[in-house]
């Protein structure tokens, strides 16, 4: 089929990429001249792992391509697909919703025949309905123009994997739809084939599963950095903790890795905007427990710079630190609201010399953070350092041992806010080992 997909971040350029990749052809849309050219030139402008060689791919194949021209996309496209950010409105809660908004408004006046839009941004429950009365409003084709919701699960740095293979599709169709399951159908006929469920939904349900699904994984992420407080209150181990209760099936293992909490571009705003809507929706009491979610997660960062502060003296005012991490999560270059660069920030503001190194996010940390000090390489990062902080569990930090630093730091002193380092193995090499929620 001929598709287009209208944003070409994270979620839409993998989308794009990946649907040219199952062999239709694709026209990434967007109003950002730089990603555009980026993208033309055979160049993610992000970091995920594997999306670079799917994009060249595709584009030799000549089934994928770039543009910013909304009337070459409304004449391109059997299909649309809606993948523009939703991000946090500044000093709200709820979700701002312009860039999508402005998707609709611009492309629905050049909609003369049928075609179906699937939306796959994450949004407040409702919109969809809005956006499809909008749509049947302003399209020349009216009520042709089907709109559909076609959320998003995808995981960045397995953005690829997730999106060929995901572990479920759901779609939210329209009551009076007749075409929306059926294109979808033939879309994604090759990863149904696969045999994964295919829920097919109403608007509203289609929408709450995004953000009822980040809700829930916020939620187990908090649970056990709750446990990782009372764990060091009470001189317990909150990983052999999790390990303990993670062999319960009904629990499970995955997600409860305590440590500095969770950041990103998703899971913050969206339990922030679920809050926000079910307030609109005068169901706030529902979500009055994603507030506590959202303070532990945040207390973390300050227990974290507590933690610091005490390795070197009780003033941080003079004292060295080595950050290792600024990506809100590993195999990721993404440190929108990123819990390592906000440490290294607060950490910095009471005195410090902070030394920052990241393997993938240096470029986009110097841009939010141009104050820090960025190293080479996580030698020059702890050069000289007081206390280490390892604060994103990238493979290449969770592999260093005690000799690749013992000549480095000027005090062996590391904490661990991933717990993904042996505590023996420091401590007996003559370290001073820290982990979140361990004794
Ligand atoms: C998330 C959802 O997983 C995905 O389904 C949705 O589409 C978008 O939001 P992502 O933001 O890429 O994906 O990251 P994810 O892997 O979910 O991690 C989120 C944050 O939680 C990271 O900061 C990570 O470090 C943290 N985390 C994760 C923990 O602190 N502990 C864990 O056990 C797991």
Redesign the pocket.
């Known amino acids: 089929m001929r598709l287009c997909v209208f944003g070409v971040g994270y979620l839409g350029a993998t989308h794009a990429a990946c649907m040219a990749e199952l062999g239709h052809e694709v026209l990434g849309v967007d109003i950002d001249k730089a990603k555009l050219a980026s993208l033309e030139a055979g160049t993610v402008p992000f970091y995920e792992p594997g999306l670079e060689e799917i994009l060249v791919r595709n584009q030799e194949a000549g089934r994928l391509r770039f543009t910013d021209s909304y009337a070459e996309a409304a004449e391109f496209g059997e299909a649309h697909f809606l993948g523009v950010g939703t991000p946090q409105k500044r000093g709200e809660y709820a979700a701002d919703l312009s860039y999508v908004d402005s998707v609709v408004e611009n492309l629905a006046p050049l909609l003369t025949g049928p075609t179906v839009i699937f939306g796959k941004s994450t949004v407040p429950v409702g919109t969809a309905a809005r956006l499809g009365a909008r749509l049947r409003e302003i399209a020349p084709a009216g009520a042709e123009v089907e709109l559909a919701w076609n959320p998003?699960?995808?995981?960045?740095?397995f953005a690829i994997e997730d999106t060929l293979h995901p572990d479920r599709v759901v779609l939210g169709v329209a009551d009076d739809s007749t075409r929306s399951e059926q294109v979808a159908r033939e879309i994604y006929a090759d990863i149904l084939a696969e045999g994964m469920p295919f829920l097919v939904t109403d608007l509203a349900t289609s929408e709450m599963v995004k953000t009822a699904?980040?809700a829930f994984?916020a939620t187990k992420?908090s649970f056990i950095n709750a446990m990782a407080e009372l764990c060091e209150a009470a001189g317990a181990d909150v990983t052999v903790l999790a390990d303990a209760i993670g062999q319960d099936a009904r629990i499970g293992r995955k997600?409860?890795?305590a440590?500095?909490?969770?950041?990103?571009?998703?899971?913050p705003k969206d339990i922030r905007a679920f809050m926000a809507r079910a307030g609109e929706l005068g169901a706030d009491q529902a979500l009055t427990f994603l507030r506590e979610v959202d303070n532990i997660n945040m207390r973390r960062r300050t227990r974290m710079v507590e933690l610091a502060r005490e390795a070197v003296g009780n003033s941080l005012l003079g004292a060295r630190v080595a950050v290792l991490g600024a990506a809100?999560?590993p195999n990721s270059d993404d440190v929108r609201d990123s819990?390592a660069l906000n440490v290294a920030g607060q950490i910095q503001l009471q005195g410090a010399a902070v030394t920052v190194f990241d393997p993938k996010a240096m470029e986009n940390s110097r841009r939010l953070f141009p104050t820090l000090t960025y190293a080479e390489s996580v030698v020059d990062a702890c050069q000289g350092a007081d206390v280490v902080l390892l604060l994103t569990e990238w493979a290449e930090f969770r592999q260093l041992t005690p000799a690749d630093l013992d000549s480095v730091v000027r005090e062996k002193y590391i904490i661990d806010g991933r717990n993904c380092l042996t505590p023996s193995q420091w401590r007996d090499a003559g370290w001073k080992y820290r982990g979140l929620g361990r004794p």
């Open positions: 998003e699960f995808l995981r960045e740095g699904a980040n994984l992420i997600f409860l890795n440590g500095l909490g969770f950041g990103g571009g998703c899971l809100f999560k819990p």
